[in-house]
């Protein structure tokens, strides 16, 4: 209250020396002296009214009275700022401050040893009976300087701490995943395969529940950073409405999908950020669709589309539902179409059906053509892998195409077999022992020197900004754990022309 009072007062007041004289001088210097940041305030009738002890000392005022005489306005402070702002007086400079600038602006100012001093300003007003009072607080760079850096260490910690948690599940999922895969390609009895289909049901939404877990966390420690890598929407949605298959069927509905046949089989844009989407999609619709609805994925090619850039115009339709807008398991959907450049849409139709639309624009990519010599034997391949279940996994499904496969248990052993015998693609696990797959392929590649063999990242390392990571080491291309045989194939067949 009293706080309201000395502020009403100070507002109220008409002649400058009346605004000054109105503050009760012992109260407001306790009150403004506990906080260590230097703080000022200025207000639409008498200009700068009182100012803490921190502000005094940082431009060597004795009192506030003292700052008034050598200086005509607050801006005059400063030498230099960060932007070139007209401004007729201090309170013009600070509308505009609290306006452009709610994060801080940037401001500088020589001290007694002439050295530049880098100040952030932070302006925040109260107004009362249609009149402001500015309160203006200052913050050295250097206290900035070690918050962000204590922010940027947190952030790190987490993002490390994901990655670990991510690997740790993604690891022994692939061996499962893959197995219970191949299992089903065995010859099992009527209860086997029964058996089987449930642990392939239960395995598939572990995975989707874990990685959706990963991704929102993940949006949480980088929400704004975008990547750019290989998107193929005909592997990709398929996949991934295959895999919600045996939910939808459990919620007693059906999942198509209707993607254009005019689009480039490969795009280029933020594939992970795209393929967290359309779970989240497809989880929502599952969520409000009635038994017996339809649930149908389109994806099409805008007629905007031209060669360089493809604008996609997606849509879910949902039939037998009612969806609700304001539901919050819409907000992650919104924040990732907003984070592609989109918007959200949702039209509720004949009362009893749904369809979620956005449009997001993807860079066209044409994946080059390799020139493979045709060999009369099989190919040969690398595989270096730590973990023996994976690399027994790995081995089965390569052979299933017909190629000879080796493996290596760990970085130094990989660049051995390299030496000893000739490879014609090479998959590198990368958190290896020994030698991690970054240093495994570098001396690969300084081995081989011009006529290196192609090596492919196959990793549980997930998190944004792996994958680019990883090419720019040096790996070929990427693809993350657990393994989708659809990517094994599109891998095979890109490197090596297997015909699979």
Not at 49 to 77: C, E, P, Y
Not at 330 to 336: E, F, G, T
């Amino acid at each position: 209250m009293w706080l309201l009072k000395w502020i009403e007062n100070i507002i109220s007041a008409e002649p400058e020396v009346e605004a000054r004289q109105s503050i009760d001088k012992e109260f407001y210097f306790k009150l403004l002296d506990l906080n260590c940041d230097a703080i000022v305030f200025y207000s639409d009738d008498a200009g700068c009214v009182g100012a803490n002890k921190q502000f005094l000392s940082l431009f060597h005022f004795n009192s506030l009275d003292d700052f008034l005489d050598k200086h005509k306005t607050l801006r005059a402070l400063f030498s230099d700022e960060d932007d070139i702002i007209t401004a007729e007086d201090d309170r013009y400079w600070l509308d505009y401050i609290l306006q452009m600038y709610p994060n801080g602006y940037g401001v500088r100012f020589l001290d007694s040893d002439e050295h530049i001093i880098h100040i952030q300003i932070f302006v925040k007003t109260i107004v009362h009976n249609k009149k402001k009072l500015y309160y203006i607080t200052l913050k050295e760079a250097k206290e900035l300087q070690q918050i962000q850096s204590h922010l940027v260490a947190t952030e790190n910690t987490k993002k490390n701490f994901l990655s670990s948690v991510g690997m740790q599940f993604r690891t022994p999922m692939q061996g499962i995943l893959g197995f219970v895969k191949m299992l089903e390609r065995t010859m099992l009895d009527s209860t086997q395969k029964a058996y089987l289909s449930q642990v392939s049901i239960a395995a598939q939404e572990l995975t989707v529940n874990l990685e959706t877990l990963l991704d929102t966390a993940e949006m949480e420690v980088s929400p704004s950073s975008n990547s750019s890598d290989s998107f193929h929407p005909f592997i990709e949605i398929d996949t991934l409405i295959n895999s919600f298959v045996q939910k939808a069927k459990e919620h007693q509905v059906k999942i198509y999908s209707d993607i254009d046949v005019s689009l480039p089989k490969t795009l280029q844009g933020d594939s992970k950020k795209i393929k967290q989407l359309l779970v989240y999609l497809l989880k929502y619709a599952l969520e409000i669709a009635y038994k017996d609805a339809d649930i149908i994925f389109s994806m099409q090619k805008s007629e905007k589309s031209h060669l360089d850039n493809i604008v996609l115009e997606c849509f879910m339709a949902i039939s037998n539902t009612i969806a609700d807008p304001a539901r919050d398991d819409l907000s992650i959907i919104r924040k990732l179409i907003s984070l592609l450049g989109g918007e959200l849409f949702i039209t509720c139709k004949d009362g009893n059906s749904a369809e979620l639309s956005f449009v997001i624009s993807l860079d066209s990519r044409d994946e080059p053509e390799l020139m493979i010599d045709k060999k009369v034997q099989a190919y040969s391949v690398l595989v270096a892998e730590d973990n023996r279940i994976n690399q027994n996994l790995m081995r089965l499904m390569l052979q299933e195409y017909g190629l000879h496969v080796s493996v290596a248990d760990n970085g130094q052993d990989a660049i051995d077999k390299v030496k000893q015998e000739s490879f014609d693609l090479i998959f590198m696990d990368i958190d290896m022992p020994v030698k991690n797959g970054i240093v495994a392929t570098k001396e690969i590649k300084e081995y081989q020197k011009e006529s290196s063999v192609p090596i492919v990242a196959l990793t549980a390392l997930a998190m944004q900004g792996d994958r680019e990571r990883l090419l720019n080491e040096g790996l070929d291309d990427y693809i993350a754990k657990p393994l989708r045989r659809e990517m094994l194939v599109y891998i095979l067949n890109k490197y090596l022309d297997i015909g699979a």
